[in-house]
């Protein structure tokens, strides 16, 4: 069975309204402000979690593929099916909806920080050792500021799919832009709130990556001497 949304030209019904904005303005930026925490809360805590999980597998090769298996497979849960899962437990709210987001930020994160770490060249890793850096030292010292381009990518790309991941929250009430979104279909197909929120969303993600990005290259400042 197919179904398909009729759909008919409105002058009166534009893609875009200022007015719509001028109007509704305390709300956009309420739904702004949620959609950003929960982004970056998600985003953080995924990160706390798969940063470790990403040391575990590249000190222990043969957990690696466990790992990355693991999270693979959360990933590809459907994510109406992993509200169903958790709520239960969490009940109907913002932990509910960060821990369904954290699940799908954690495969990125751990990828690219293993194949970050994995990039330290042996013969680095040997000085720091004749240097005396026992496994810690070397990981904090040494491994981990030399992996920091594929954790940086990894968090970049977490952070803007997460941007898009909130909006699903809506089915719990807490989808931030996504609550502007699905109110524009609920109101009539209302054009000018659908194409608000979906504007938002990508300016959001778009903010959001140049953060990172800039905070990449200060963190990496190696980087940039190399670029002729």
């Not at 913002?94 to 369904?100: D, E, G, I, M, Y």
């Not at 992996?147 to 989808?175: D, F, Q």
Request: charged fraction near 10%; charge should be positive; glycine fraction near 10%.
């Amino acid at each position: 069975m197919s179904f398909r949304l009729s759909y008919r030209a409105d002058p009166g019904n534009p893609w875009f309204s200022w007015q719509y904005v001028r109007d509704n303005s305390d709300t956009i930026l309420a739904a702004v402000r949620d959609h950003a925490s929960l982004t970056v809360r998600a985003v953080l805590i995924a990160a706390l979690i798969a940063l470790p999980l990403a040391v575990v597998a590249y000190w222990y090769r043969s957990l690696a593929g466990p790992v990355l298996a693991l999270t693979g497979v959360l990933y590809t849960v459907p994510s109406l099916a992993l509200f169903a899962f958790i709520a239960p437990y969490l009940g109907i709210g913002v932990a509910t909806a960060l821990s369904v987001v954290v699940l799908y930020a954690l495969l990125v994160i751990v990828r690219n920080a293993v194949a970050g770490l994995n990039q330290v060249p042996p013969e680095v890793r040997e000085a720091a050792e004749g240097m005396g850096y026992g496994r810690w030292g070397r990981l904090f010292r040494v491994e981990l500021p030399l992996a920091l381009p594929g954790i940086l990518t990894g968090l970049r790309l977490a952070t803007v799919s997460t941007v898009a991941l909130v909006t699903v929250g809506v089915v719990i009430g807490r989808g931030g832009l996504g609550q502007l979104i699905f109110a524009g279909f609920q109101n009539n197909f209302y054009k000018a709130q659908i194409m608000t929120g979906t504007l938002l969303c990508v300016l959001l993600a778009l903010v959001l990556d140049l953060a990172l990005a800039g905070a990449g290259r200060l963190l990496t400042p190696w980087l940039r001497r190399r670029t002729p």
